[in-house]
């Protein structure tokens, strides 16, 4: 499994924990089937980062919601998860047509431990070398199918520029007036990473090209802003974080500005 692919386990990890406490934010009571030995020495790695792990939740928590609100409009919505990791939104959210994309030991991982049959939605899986093959290839099945719907979860902070634009301008090709949904980190937000940036780098993940202003290299691929949420601002909201109101839009507001979910659409 390449580096990158291993953060996956990270956030898997710590959905397990969350699912095991008495009131789950996500409620991900399949993540613990995928912490083998591999997944818990990486996991345990992280247990002292409390606050980036419970954003890490927060997050999840946050896209969940957008995509129930989608779902409750248009139960047979096409969903694509791109690098889709240890995602199992299609056995917990009601309704949708799921795709999931992603390197071939974490579809393999996946299908051996909660296979696609079992999910109570259509679910695809497809196996993709991000290095090697080409993503246009891999959508070929839905190519032109609308509505739809593309999530990036835990991704753009690993790609370089060209390589997050040449992946949107597929997506826009491929997907008419898709509607996207992803998280974005600011420069500023990234340099103060420290420790946790150390932790990931450990494990060979190492982040792509940054900006003070993320939301603009995916508007010149394609897409109209229609929505941001703070991350940290809903772990506040959801009491994953003690942090008062009024510390976080002061003190804090580079960490409640530097770290958004958006939801694009593409043009």
């Known amino acids: 499994m390449d580096p990158i692919a ?10 397990a924990v969350d699912a095991e406490r008495p009131n789950p934010i996500c409620g991900d009571y399949f993540a613990h089937r995928f912490l083998n030995a591999e997944a818990r020495a990486i996991v345990t790695r992280f247990e002292g980062f409390k606050g980036a792990n419970a954003a890490n939740v927060a997050r999840h928590r946050l ?47 996946k299908e051996a431990e909660l296979p696609a049959r079992d999910a109570p939605n259509p679910l695809q899986r497809v196996a993709i070398d991000f290095a090697t093959e080409r993503l246009a290839d891999k959508l070929g099945p839905w190519v032109g199918e609308s509505p739809s719907l593309v999530v990036l979860e835990g991704v753009t902070i690993y790609l370089k520029q060209p390589e997050l634009r040449a992946t949107l301008e597929t997506l826009v090709r491929a997907l008419p007036r898709h509607v996207l949904i992803c998280d974005l980190m600011t420069s500023s937000f990234v340099r103060h990473g420290g420790s946790i940036n150390r932790a990931f780098e450990e494990l060979g993940a190492r982040y792509g090209d940054t900006s003070d202003n993320p939301a603009a290299a995916v508007a010149e691929a394609g897409y109209r802003l229609v929505a941001q949420a703070s991350v940290f601002a809903r772990a506040r909201e959801l009491r994953a974080l003690a942090i008062p109101r009024v510390i976080l839009n002061t003190v804090l507001r580079g960490l409640r500005d530097g770290y958004r979910v958006y939801t694009f659409e593409a043009l």
């Open 6 to 15: 291993k953060t996956a386990y990270y956030c898997c990890g710590v959905r």
């Open 63 to 109: 896209i969940d919601d957008l995509l129930r609100e989608r779902l409750q409009a248009s139960p047979d919505l096409r969903i694509i998860l791109l690098g889709a990791g240890f995602d199992t939104r299609a056995f917990r959210l009601a309704g949708g047509r799921w795709v999931e994309l992603d390197q071939p030991p974490i579809a393999a991982a």
